[in-house]
């Protein structure tokens, strides 16, 4: 096992952006602490060759330039908040519209955009932490927010573990953004990928994609991954929710609770599996949909719609203003925490 933390650019305002390298016999994962993110996975394929099974960037200012959160961090309040606002106690609190007169990903100075600071986790060997501070009031957020982020291999999985603190109520629910393509991050659509999430259903959303508030049974609806599918086969069907999103855009509602397993992800050309475990009630299936960068990818690679799929684990979205959702709350006598799982394996032939 061997972690390293090295330069590796600088952001368009001048900030230095540092390299975290944690490696062991079966997983290399390369960290920013640009957004926290997750700028490579290594992992052994069929053959024994290394890919590289999350799309990226080469450099820190493309990641700045393009909207797609690639691989970031993504809080104070992952996904959306209906008209930008919710109620908090006694008062409604404002914050960023940035999508529609919505907050997406908690607006424009949210974690996906910050700087971190890294330092290899006391007592580990295999283990960085990465922490930021958001002060109160940014983009209308209440209180001032301390983000603590632990990236630590554990055998074949790469483990995500996220605390945060508060002096005053606030909402928090934190995710990875990372695209996923077990194929290799340039080997084009994701379509022909097998996958299953071990969910009965998944929150309706309006046009805007806002939840409505209704939990929606899978069974019987091209949104069933309940027995392992290929991507592409329902993608098209004539399904609102689905021409809604233009594809798979939605948070399905996690059996079960505490740290458990939520979906298989499986990549035909290359036999690489990942498991998504997390203890966080929703996972947002994302395949990609709007993905249009405005850069090269890395090695020069060109992404497009549906190459890739996010499993962003996550508090319901729009939470704060659905009593009947899962509590999103943060207050400062009650820290926020929540652990997701990428775990891989070669899937059995």
């Known amino acids: 096992m061997s972690v390293s933390i090295t330069e590796f650019g600088k952001t368009t ?13 079966q997983l290399e994962v390369h960290l920013l602490t640009y957004a926290a993110l997750i700028h490579k996975i290594l992992v052994p394929d069929r053959k024994g060759n290394a890919v590289d099974v999350v799309l990226g960037y080469d450099t820190v200012a493309d990641y700045e330039l393009n909207t797609d959160s690639m691989g970031a961090a993504v809080g104070r309040f992952a996904n959306r908040i209906g008209g930008a606002q919710f109620p908090l106690y006694e008062e409604i609190v404002h914050v ?25 986790t006391p007592g580990e060997s295999d283990s960085v932490t990465m922490t930021a501070h958001s002060p109160d009031g940014t983009d209308g957020f209440p209180g001032n927010l301390d983000l603590e982020i632990q990236y630590k ?13 508060t002096d005053a109520p606030t909402v928090c629910s934190m995710t990875n953004h990372s695209y996923f393509n077990m194929n290799g991050h340039a080997s084009g659509t994701a379509l022909g990928h097998r996958i299953s999430v071990d969910a009965d259903a998944y929150l309706e959303t309006d046009d805007a994609s806002i939840p409505t508030g209704r ?20 993608i098209e069907a004539d399904y609102t929710a689905l021409k809604q999103a233009s594809g798979y855009d939605h948070c399905y509602i996690i059996r079960e609770s505490g740290l458990r397993h939520a979906a ?20 947002h299936l ?9 850069t090269a990818g890395k090695e020069g690679a060109h992404y497009q719609k549906r190459d890739a799929v996010c499993f962003e684990t996550e508090e319901f979205p729009d939470a704060p203003n659905h009593p009947d959702f899962p509590d999103a709350t943060l207050l400062p006598d009650t820290p926020y925490s929540s652990t997701t799982i990428y775990r891989f394996d070669l899937a059995p032939q």
């Open 13 to 25: 305002s001048g900030a230095p952006v540092q390299l975290a390298v944690l490696k062991n016999e």
């Open 96 to 120: 960023t519209p940035n999508e529609n007169g919505n907050c997406l990903h908690s607006g424009l100075h949210g974690f996906s955009h910050t700087v971190f600071d890294v330092e290899v």
């Open 153 to 165: 291999l554990v055998n074949r999985g790469l483990m995500i573990r996220y605390t945060a603190t």
């Open 215 to 234: 939990k929606i049974p899978v069974a019987g609806t091209p949104m069933d991954f309940t027995e392992e599918k290929t991507l592409g086969l329902d």
């Open 264 to 283: 298989w992800f499986t990549g035909p050309q290359t036999g690489i599996r990942m498991e998504v475990l997390t203890t966080l009630p929703g996972m």
């Open 286 to 294: 994302y395949s990609a949909n709007y993905l249009e960068p405005v």
